[in-house]
Each structure stands twice: as C-alpha cells, then as structure tokens.
C-alpha cells in the first residue's frame, strides 16, 4: 500500500514568513497526526484530527500555527508568522484505530517529513 | 500527566555487543507499546508494537522488547548488533482509555552508534 505522502520535503524561509506543509495520510486512515520534531528530540503533537475533526490540539502554538483537514483526508499545516525555534522536521502521521475504548488498537505509520529552517 | 522516559541518550556499541536500550512510561491504565528508529536521513519506522498478549515481542531485524507491567518498562534489546544499527531509537506509548481518543506520547529518543 502507499505511505504516507509529505511535501515539500525541505523548506528555508526567513523568520516571520510564512509557510505550508501538505500531508497525504494512508487511503482510508481516519486519524491524521501533525508532529513537530526538533533536532536531538522525539516527536512532539502538535495536532490530531480523527476524520475532518479535531480531537487535539492542545499542544500547538495557535497564535502562530493553524491545521486543518477539510475534506477527511489530506491536511494541511500552516506557520505564520515563522520563528527561529519553529527549524524542526514536521512529521504526518495516519493511523487506522481498530476497536474501541480499552480494547483499541493504534498504530501509527509516518511520512518522510518536512525538514524546515528559519533563518 | 503521561510521560515516556528513556534512559540512555546517547549509546556507543562495537559490533557484536549486545544492546538494551530503556523505555518508562508514566501511566496506570492499559497501554500499547511501540519501538521506532529512525536511520540517518530516513523516517521513523516501526520495529516493533505490543498491544496485547506475550509480553516478549520479536520485530524485525532481530530486535525484540520486553513489557514488564509491574515497572512500567518496555526495554528494546537485540543480542548482537550490526553497523547497520546505527539509528535514532525512539519508545512509544499509547495510553487507552484515558481519554475519548488515543494518544500517542514519544520519548526523547536513543541515539546508537555501533562502531565497526
């Protein structure tokens, strides 16, 4: 089956620019998940979506960061304006959860990411 | 709240030694596990999950994990490694039940050098 699909791949911008990254999920996924990655650390959530819903987005930056997933499938991350710290790889994530509850099962399957520097 | 824990950083192996890479995780309530590595240049990549069953769980590459219930652990361990290993090593945690929804919590990450 085909992965997860991301573009670009890499990004420069200058510090208050904006910028978009595009995220293919895996046909038929209904989780989608947008992780920031800073260099020599895990993946952080920054928002996830279950169909075109949101169900987290406790953890991102909204003065400055906005997603969104309009039809169910692909999404979009967006950054405006950019600061220095926002350089990290932004990973998609899709997820197919079978089951419900305690008895739910999640495992989740990654794009190649978006390696952004703010200069 | 959640929270995964790895304890080493940064690991410097000779091929052939063994390795135990560890993984805590805060959180009382049922749970599946997840290994990743990421190879220079490349994207994460699963090498192994538990959701449920044998605690001992073999993936791919000849690397397999223990979860041990009673210390929160899942420990990723392969007897022998190759040059090839050399990657960045991450632990997942997918805490169920916790909310309406599953979420997925990262440890900071293992980074393995194995020196030929």
Request: aromatic share 12%; with cysteine; charged share 15%.
């Amino acid at each position: 089956e085909a992965g997860v699909a991301q573009s670009p791949r890499y990004k420069i911008i200058e510090k208050r620019q904006s910028v978009a990254f595009w995220c293919n999920p895996i046909s038929g996924h209904a989780t989608l998940y947008w992780y920031q990655q800073i260099l020599g650390q895990g993946p952080k959530l920054l928002i996830q979506f279950q169909n075109n819903g949101v169900v987290d987005d406790s953890q991102l930056p909204k003065d400055r960061f906005s997603a969104e997933r309009l039809k169910g499938v692909d999404s979009t991350l967006k950054i405006q304006p950019a600061k220095l710290e926002d350089s990290a790889v932004y990973l998609c994530a899709s997820s197919l959860i079978w089951g419900q509850g305690l008895s739910s099962y999640n495992e989740q399957f990654f794009g190649p990411g978006t390696r952004l520097t703010v200069l | 709240a959640q929270s995964v824990s790895q304890h080493n950083h940064h690991v410097i192996l000779s091929e052939a030694a063994s390795l135990e890479l560890g993984c805590n995780y805060s959180y009382g309530g049922t749970v599946n596990l997840f290994w990743y590595v990421q190879y220079p240049g490349q994207h994460l990549q699963l090498l192994l999950k538990y959701f449920s069953g044998d605690p001992l769980v073999k993936g791919i590459k000849g690397f397999e994990a223990e979860f041990i219930k009673s210390k929160f652990s899942f420990n990723l361990r392969k007897p022998s490694v190759q040059w090839s290993d050399t990657a960045e090593y991450f632990c997942a945690v997918n805490a169920q039940g916790k909310t309406s929804y599953d979420k997925v919590i990262f440890g900071p990450g293992t980074s393995l050098s194995v020196i030929p």
